[in-house]
């Protein structure tokens, strides 16, 4: 707004109003500045900026589809495992609720890799987890016919005319391959055969044999069931094909509440523990959480049907139930010593470092011979107590220690004192 007083000869402009002050002086005037010069810039200004967030938005929703539809692939499952079913080729107890009742239902998608499909869905009004293996190249919209194709490669074995005590045979040799050669083996075949047993007429047809073979090609599946006499790993609940599903654990995460990535990048530290503090249950239930998950890991240290290591200590891996019972969440985690002794032999190596499998079990490497050992030094499954001469856990413990001492007031001597 600008005032000003003009003179005797000076004329009024438009949209100026002046007030007249005396007789003989003049008047003072005021009046607004046009700013319609200045519209057209602000103008394209706004729009400028209208349009890049239209494009950074439209940006984000894109990659967030993207990454949603290579991630969760459920419906392409879903196809290849009713296709087959409808053809007598495979068989499985859930095959009948999935592919004609519709009472397994897939809902949210869990997934963190393509090849491993994990949904949360409903089973007959239960909450369950499905999973199931999906190709990294198999498009079901682009060519219909690669669901054939995927059948004579996924499930080619048996073939027909196998007889039982053959079929027997091929299970065995396939658990010691991965198991290592465990007296107790026998007893697996038989409940393995069980469970393939789908209608339970005392035979196992080429459709069932087919379905639990394909399972077990599977690493979690073999474990699950190599665990199952535990009471920390998940229950498995039915198959059909090399779908299966277990129960839903409550609470997939070791203690707290799993903050969004967003909320880890911008909070410091401090918070994550105050937040964790919030959410996590009472110290007694933390304790019982913490006691099962070193029973388990003294379990599959020395297991009935062999060793296993836990290869990537992470309590975001594990969980408990209503109860507080400790629950593994992903046993794709955890290998067995066949698999690990597989993985180093033969391997060219120039440090320890070369010889990692997974993220934690790590063995020595020769230099001279530049090969690695096959004996596993530092897997984080070994048993975390006192008397063991090397610690072979310590990331393991200090996730335990750390997830167990959340309020900080609680000092324990030994090796779990606070650090």
């Given at each position: 707004?600008?005032?000003?007083?003009?003179?005797?000869?000076?004329?009024?402009?438009?949209?100026?109003?002046?007030v007249k002050l005396h007789e003989a002086g003049g008047a003072f005037c005021f009046g607004f500045t046009s700013h319609k010069s200045r519209l057209p810039g602000i103008k394209v200004k706004y729009l400028f900026l209208a349009w890049l967030g239209i494009f950074v938005g439209s940006w984000v929703m894109y990659v967030h589809y993207s990454s949603y539809s290579e991630l969760c692939r459920g419906h392409v499952c879903r196809v290849i495992i009713?296709?087959?079913?409808?053809?007598?080729?495979?068989?499985?107890?859930?095959?009948?609720?999935?592919?004609?009742?519709?009472?397994?239902?897939f809902q949210q998608?869990?997934?963190?890799?393509?090849?491993?499909?994990?949904?949360?869905?409903?089973?007959?009004?239960?909450?369950?987890?499905?999973?199931?293996?999906?190709e990294e190249s198999f498009k079901v919209e682009s060519n219909p016919e690669t669901v054939s194709q995927r059948e004579l490669v996924l499930f080619d074995k048996p073939t027909r005319g196998t007889s039982m005590d053959e079929f027997k045979?091929?299970?065995?040799?396939?658990?010691?391959?991965?198991?290592?050669?465990?007296?107790?083996?026998?007893?697996?075949?038989?409940?393995?055969?069980?469970?393939?047993d789908v209608n339970e007429d005392g035979k196992v047809s080429l459709a069932e044999a087919k379905s639990i073979w394909a399972l077990l090609q599977l690493n979690e599946f073999l474990l699950m069931l190599s665990l199952h006499e535990k009471e920390h790993t998940a229950r498995l609940l039915g198959h059909c094909g090399d779908l299966y599903v277990t129960e839903k654990i409550p609470h997939d995460t070791l203690y707290g509440t799993q903050m969004p990535s967003f909320l880890q990048t911008f909070l410091p530290s401090p918070m994550h523990r105050v937040i964790h503090q919030w959410f996590s249950p009472a110290w007694p239930r933390r304790a019982k959480i913490a006691i099962g998950l070193l029973e388990f890991v003294e379990e599959i240290f020395h297991g009935t049907y062999g060793s296993f290591f836990i290869c990537e200590a992470n309590f975001k891996n594990v969980g408990y139930n209503?109860?507080?019972d400790f629950k593994v969440v992903d046993l794709r985690k955890v290998a067995t010593e066949m698999t690990i002794k597989g993985f180093l032999k033969g391997r060219h190596c120039e440090q320890n470092s070369d010889c990692t499998f997974g993220k934690d079990c790590t063995a020595s490497c020769d230099k001279l011979m530049k090969q690695c050992k096959n004996d596993v030094i530092q897997p984080n499954g070994s048993p975390p107590f006192p008397g063991v001469e090397q610690s072979q856990d310590f990331a393991l413990e200090k996730n335990i220690q750390h997830q167990i001492f959340l309020n900080g007031d609680i000092d324990v001597p030994g090796r779990w004192a606070k650090s």
């Open positions: 707004m600008d005032f000003f007083l003009p003179s005797q000869k000076e004329e009024y402009r438009p949209g100026q109003c002046c009713c296709d087959q079913y409808k053809k007598g080729i495979i068989s499985g107890s859930a095959c009948k609720d999935l592919c004609e009742d519709h009472a397994l239902v998608c869990l997934s963190s890799s393509p090849t491993h499909q994990v949904y949360r869905g409903i089973w007959r009004d239960h909450e369950v987890i499905i999973k199931c293996g999906v045979e091929m299970l065995l040799a396939f658990l010691k391959a991965n198991l290592g050669d465990q007296t107790s083996l026998s007893s697996l075949v038989g409940q393995i055969l069980t469970m393939a209503e109860k507080y």
